[in-house]
Nanobody, 114 residues
Protein backbone atom coordinates (compact mmCIF):
# COMPACT_ATOMS: atom_id res chain seq x y z
CA UNK A 1 0.00 0.00 0.00
CA UNK A 2 1.39 3.35 -1.09
CA UNK A 3 0.35 6.37 0.93
CA UNK A 4 0.26 9.79 -0.69
CA UNK A 5 0.26 13.02 1.30
CA UNK A 6 -0.09 16.31 -0.54
CA UNK A 7 0.82 19.65 0.98
CA UNK A 8 1.75 23.20 0.09
CA UNK A 9 -1.55 24.58 -1.11
CA UNK A 10 -3.08 27.81 0.00
CA UNK A 11 -4.53 31.13 -1.06
CA UNK A 12 -2.50 33.09 -3.56
CA UNK A 13 -3.14 36.14 -5.72
CA UNK A 14 -3.26 35.87 -9.51
CA UNK A 15 0.27 35.86 -10.86
CA UNK A 16 1.63 34.37 -7.69
CA UNK A 17 3.42 31.10 -7.08
CA UNK A 18 3.09 28.00 -4.96
CA UNK A 19 5.09 24.82 -4.62
CA UNK A 20 3.18 21.66 -3.87
CA UNK A 21 4.75 18.59 -2.34
CA UNK A 22 3.68 14.97 -2.52
CA UNK A 23 5.23 12.70 0.08
CA UNK A 24 5.15 9.03 -0.86
CA UNK A 25 5.32 6.38 1.83
CA UNK A 26 7.65 4.11 -0.10
CA UNK A 27 10.56 4.60 -2.43
CA UNK A 28 9.55 6.34 -5.63
CA UNK A 29 12.58 5.02 -7.47
CA UNK A 30 10.59 1.99 -8.58
CA UNK A 31 7.68 4.17 -9.73
CA UNK A 32 8.30 5.00 -13.36
CA UNK A 33 5.65 7.69 -13.74
CA UNK A 34 4.34 10.07 -11.08
CA UNK A 35 1.74 12.70 -11.74
CA UNK A 36 -0.16 15.64 -10.37
CA UNK A 37 -3.90 15.90 -10.82
CA UNK A 38 -6.41 18.58 -10.01
CA UNK A 39 -10.14 18.79 -9.60
CA UNK A 40 -11.76 22.18 -9.95
CA UNK A 41 -15.26 22.92 -8.70
CA UNK A 42 -17.82 21.35 -11.02
CA UNK A 43 -15.19 19.66 -13.15
CA UNK A 44 -13.71 16.19 -13.40
CA UNK A 45 -10.31 15.37 -12.04
CA UNK A 46 -7.66 15.93 -14.69
CA UNK A 47 -4.06 14.89 -15.04
CA UNK A 48 -2.00 18.07 -15.07
CA UNK A 49 1.61 16.92 -15.23
CA UNK A 50 3.72 13.78 -15.20
CA UNK A 51 7.36 13.04 -14.56
CA UNK A 52 9.18 9.79 -15.25
CA UNK A 53 12.03 8.22 -13.33
CA UNK A 54 14.49 9.60 -15.86
CA UNK A 55 13.10 13.12 -15.61
CA UNK A 56 10.90 13.26 -18.68
CA UNK A 57 7.99 15.62 -18.10
CA UNK A 58 4.65 16.24 -19.75
CA UNK A 59 1.97 18.85 -19.10
CA UNK A 60 -1.56 19.61 -20.03
CA UNK A 61 -1.69 22.59 -22.38
CA UNK A 62 -3.38 24.86 -19.87
CA UNK A 63 -0.41 24.78 -17.49
CA UNK A 64 2.45 24.35 -19.92
CA UNK A 65 5.11 26.98 -19.38
CA UNK A 66 3.78 27.86 -15.95
CA UNK A 67 4.01 24.62 -13.95
CA UNK A 68 7.05 22.44 -13.39
CA UNK A 69 6.86 18.91 -12.04
CA UNK A 70 9.93 17.34 -10.48
CA UNK A 71 10.86 14.50 -8.20
CA UNK A 72 13.42 13.90 -5.48
CA UNK A 73 13.89 10.17 -5.18
CA UNK A 74 16.07 10.52 -2.08
CA UNK A 75 13.22 12.26 -0.28
CA UNK A 76 10.48 10.12 -1.85
CA UNK A 77 8.78 13.34 -2.84
CA UNK A 78 7.24 14.78 -5.99
CA UNK A 79 6.88 18.52 -6.43
CA UNK A 80 4.76 20.84 -8.51
CA UNK A 81 6.09 24.36 -8.86
CA UNK A 82 3.24 26.60 -9.98
CA UNK A 83 4.03 30.05 -11.31
CA UNK A 84 1.90 32.75 -12.91
CA UNK A 85 -1.15 31.30 -11.24
CA UNK A 86 -4.58 32.09 -12.64
CA UNK A 87 -7.99 31.92 -11.02
CA UNK A 88 -8.79 28.96 -13.25
CA UNK A 89 -6.01 27.03 -11.52
CA UNK A 90 -8.16 26.94 -8.41
CA UNK A 91 -8.68 23.29 -7.53
CA UNK A 92 -7.82 20.53 -5.15
CA UNK A 93 -4.50 19.08 -6.25
CA UNK A 94 -3.62 15.41 -5.88
CA UNK A 95 -0.65 13.24 -6.72
CA UNK A 96 -0.74 9.64 -7.86
CA UNK A 97 0.75 7.03 -10.17
CA UNK A 98 -1.05 7.28 -13.51
CA UNK A 99 -0.04 3.78 -14.58
CA UNK A 100 -0.69 2.07 -11.24
CA UNK A 101 -3.03 4.34 -9.24
CA UNK A 102 -3.01 4.14 -5.47
CA UNK A 103 -5.83 5.29 -3.21
CA UNK A 104 -6.14 9.05 -3.40
CA UNK A 105 -4.68 11.19 -0.68
CA UNK A 106 -6.47 14.10 0.91
CA UNK A 107 -5.26 16.55 -1.71
CA UNK A 108 -4.24 20.12 -1.11
CA UNK A 109 -6.43 23.11 -1.89
CA UNK A 110 -5.09 25.80 -4.18
CA UNK A 111 -7.13 28.97 -4.39
CA UNK A 112 -6.11 31.75 -6.74
CA UNK A 113 -8.05 34.90 -6.01
CA UNK A 114 -7.69 38.60 -5.36
Amino acid sequence: QVQLVESGGGLVQPGGSLRLSCAVSGSIFRIIVMGWYRQAPGKQRELVATVTSDGTTNYVDSVKGRFTISRDNAKNTVYLQMNSLKPEDTAVYYCNRPRFPSPWGQGTQVTVSS
